[in-house]
């Protein structure tokens, strides 16, 4: 995980979907994928300036489903790597096993 | 709110009926498109409009499903329906937003374009789905705009002004439930109406995506759209089918509690029918005077049909459990509990919902690949779906194990060995689908990275309706197919085994056109522990699997050594437990499916690809059988 604050300070943090755990929350910055691959995410709700909560995952972590815009979408680990998010809130929950 | 129901003060949203007399109704229905996202309960409003009074082809020229309907209006008149695959937009990007973008432009020669669209949207999820309302209306075609799952956004206390919204989009919008069919009478009377076109309203830029979601926002909070509370039961429920250690037990007991009801609960029902072609049959041998005709009825028709037929109630468990899998939602959840498992193979998650149907069989789960937008992962998943256990495999292995194993309990109460052999199969036919998928995947069909998307709808009570409706369909293709392809085979069989005649009589099956092509194969089949018989059996079951338990039960029945025997002791008299085994692995193995065969050729757009699978399935059901005949004594 790439951080651009400083560890004690809340700040906004460059992070990936796949540095959420349970329960976490973040804002979407944008998708790093190439155009078709990103229109279909869109369109099923990952737009910029979203709220991403990550939920259940499969065993083993992979996919995970995240809730957004409504929906419940399961994404693997390849994919919500390049779906870049702002941490934009202290971690609220310890995060799960 | 629902109760909005007459929105005809509503100026936009007005539905103005005209006079129509008997004169003024036209001649041939009026042609609708059903169209909505994926999850927007468009099937379940379709079974809702349109009942038993269904058709499904395919789109000609692509390898689309066509569903097409009738919905008889109150008044009598009649629509026609053509429900559109799902699309989340209409730049189309997959083969199926292609036609569907296509049907409704009007731009598909076979398909008249629609005299108006059915738009239905999840009302739990408007936001969203609303985003496909703006390229949908800019088509200026008559829309109604239908808002699904009006139970669901009340229940979670979500709320919606119809009247408003209707003004909004400058067309009518009616809230429905179509699982309840709370609803149904507002898209009749719509359907029943003139139809007006949308009023002209500001729409977005429809390639924008963030702007069509801005629009969709805009006009929802407009009509006063307050989104429910997530679903409390559906997060319980995840909470036990997705835990990490929970949700994989779960997923096995389901799989192991399918197969072992089919083999239990249908087993009394087919005792009946069996029975009952027993009875029926010796009833019509004792009506009928002694004739040519008489042998052909009981001997071929009778025994050989009813021997397939029997199997019904097995099929249609099989259904009925993948139905309600289907309806509730958990199948989305053991596609993503099986996501990991296919990736190792260098398939994804979406492939397991149609290997999964392929357990019915092989023809609708080829179909249902569809959705599987990467070409090679589609590919790769239809070369190995027929490797696992369809249906009409289901009454060869349910034969042979009957006769060659006793049922003797292997764990306790909850599994017999027949049981266990069964399972068995199933394993060895996954074992080879998965082997095959890796071949393919790190060869000829390795691909590149394409995100794996999946929805997971909320859980839902599967309605005795739509199951019900599946179940009749299904058993409708399956008694065509007793009815057409097995009868056909059955008579061409019993003329073949009663020519060339002897002093004017049949000759003994031996020495029959049948036999003769059977004593010919046998010398090949003969490693495999076969005699001629059963290489009659094995010709026959190129047309469809089952068919050879009529053949078998015709060849059988009609010679005068075997004729007493039942079936089953027919089978134990003339194959070793190696011979049976190893034609149980040739039935794993082979592709003896002519409408598997047509299907591939129309999915993979030419004959290399089914040519390929044939050649490769038949190599490994021959090697198989060898090995198995050799190695068990």
Not at chain 2, 57 to 64: R, S
Not at chain 2, 193 to 202: H, I, N, T, V
Not at chain 2, 541 to 550: P, V, Y
Not at chain 2, 584 to 607: D, H
Request: aromatic residues 8%; charged residues 15%; contains cysteine.
């Amino acid at each position: 995980m790439q951080m651009s604050g400083n560890k004690g300070r809340p700040g906004v943090f460059a992070a990936t979907l796949l540095d959420l755990r349970r329960g976490d929350a973040a804002t979407l910055d944008h998708i790093d994928l190439p155009g078709q691959d990103a229109r279909r995410l869109m369109e099923l709700g990952f737009l910029p300036g979203i709220r991403i909560t990550a939920g259940h995952s499969a065993p083993g972590g992979d996919p995970r489903v995240f809730q957004v815009d409504g929906s419940e979408i399961a994404l693997r680990r390849e994919t919500a790597r390049r779906l870049k998010v702002r941490l934009d809130k202290a971690r609220q929950s310890p995060g799960l096993p | 709110m629902s109760e909005c129901g007459d929105c005809h003060g509503c100026g936009a949203a007005a539905v103005i009926e005209l006079p129509r007399g008997p004169e003024g109704a036209p001649a041939s229905p009026k042609i609708v498109a059903l169209a909505g996202p994926p999850n927007s309960g468009k099937t379940t409003l379709f079974n809702r409009l349109t009942g038993l009074r269904q058709k499904v082809a395919n789109f000609p020229g692509v390898t689309v499903e066509q569903h097409t309907g009738i919905a008889e209006l109150p008044d009598g008149r009649a629509v026609r329906i053509i429900d559109l695959p799902g699309l989340y937009s209409l730049s189309p990007h997959s083969e199926d937003e292609q036609i569907a973008h296509d049907v409704l432009t009007g731009q598909r020669p076979d398909t008249p374009p629609p005299e108006a669209i059915l738009l239905v949207l999840d009302s739990t999820n408007l936001g969203r789905h609303l985003m496909l309302a703006a390229p949908i209306l800019a088509l200026g075609v008559p829309t109604l705009i239908i808002l699904n799952m009006a139970d669901d956004l009340r229940n979670r206390g979500g709320h919606l002004d119809t009247c408003k919204l209707s003004a909004q989009l400058g067309a009518p919008v009616a809230l429905v439930s179509a699982r309840q069919g709370e609803g149904i009478g507002e898209v009749f009377e719509f359907l029943a109406s003139a139809m007006p076109a949308p009023a002209p309203r500001e729409l977005p830029v429809l390639h924008d995506v963030p702007k069509c979601r801005e629009w969709a926002g805009r006009v929802g909070s407009q009509a006063s759209y307050r989104p429910p509370v997530p679903p409390k039961w559906t997060r319980r429920l995840d909470s036990v089918f997705l835990h990490p250690v929970a949700g994989p037990l779960v997923f096995a007991v389901v799989v192991v509690a399918v197969f072992q009801t089919i083999f239990t609960a249908a087993v009394p029902l087919m005792d009946g029918l069996r029975w009952l072609f027993e009875v029926s049959g010796k009833w019509v041998a004792a009506t009928l005077p002694d004739s040519i005709f008489r042998s052909l009825l009981v001997e071929g028709v009778w025994s050989g049909v009813g021997s397939v037929v029997v199997f019904l109630p097995q099929v249609l468990f099989l259904f009925l459990f993948i139905g309600i899998l289907e309806d509730s939602g958990y199948l989305a959840r053991a596609a993503l509990i099986a996501d990991r498992t296919m990736a190792r193979v260098g398939l994804q998650g979406k492939s397991f919902i149609p290997l999964l149907s392929a357990y019915a069989c092989a023809v609708p789960a080829i179909l249902s690949t569809r959705t599987i937008e990467n070409k090679r992962d589609r590919f790769a998943t239809i070369l190995i779906a027929p490797f696992m256990t369809c249906s009409a495999r289901l009454p060869v292995y349910t034969l042979i194990i009957a006769a060659f194993l006793p049922n003797r309990p292997v764990l306790g109460p909850f599994l017999g060995a027949r049981a266990a052999a069964l399972l068995g199969l199933y394993l060895l036919g996954f074992l080879a689908a998965v082997a095959t998928a890796r071949v393919l995947k790190s060869s000829i069909l390795k691909s590149g990275h394409t995100p794996f998307l999946l929805e997971m709808p909320s859980y839902r009570w599967p309605t005795v309706r739509s199951i019900g409706l599946r179940l009749f369909d299904r058993a409708k293709v399956f008694l065509r197919r007793a009815g057409t392809v097995i009868l056909l085979v059955t008579v061409v069989l019993w003329i073949m085994a009663h020519l060339p005649p002897v002093n004017g009589k049949a000759p003994s099956i031996q020495d029959s056109l049948a036999g003769t092509v059977g004593r010919t194969l046998e010398p090949v089949i003969k490693p495999l522990g076969f005699n001629w018989k059963i290489g009659i059996g094995l010709i026959t079951s190129l047309a469809a699997r089952e068919t050879i338990i009529g053949t078998l039960g015709a060849i059988y029945g009609m010679d005068p050594e075997s004729h007493q025997l039942g079936l089953q002791k027919a089978l134990q008299h003339d194959l070793t437990p190696g011979g049976a085994v190893a034609l149980l692995v040739f039935f794993a193995f082979a592709m003896q499916c002519i409408s598997t065969i047509a299907v591939v050729r129309r999915e993979t757009g030419g004959w290399k690809w089914p040519i390929l699978q044939f050649t490769y399935m038949g190599v490994l059901a021959y090697g198989g059988a060898f090995a198995a005949a050799h190695l068990i004594r």
